[in-house]
């Protein structure tokens, strides 16, 4: 019984430790801000419906080319707002925010 025990909470163990580290992994992805819709960027620490639906909006009129693009034609998002998230995983064509 005891060794019965033992077997299931081992079991648990490698569950829960399986479970932590698939959120590390989906918490280190990149999101692409031409691809991201309104969920996935009020996903990011700083975001807010506010700023993503502004993001969505200058989006709609073109794509994205750069992060110096988003910072001219997206209000609210400035140099500050830009390393945040990036250092939180959005890219500009595929590219973090380069210091």
Known sequence: MRALLHDLTASRWRIASGLCAMCLCVSSYALEINQA????LDSLRGMGPA???KVLQAREQRPF????DVMKRVSGFGPAKAQQFSDQGLTVNGQPLKP
């Open 37 to 40: 819709n309104a969920a996935e």
């Open 51 to 53: 700023l993503s639906t």
């Open 65 to 68: 080319e750069s992060w110096r």
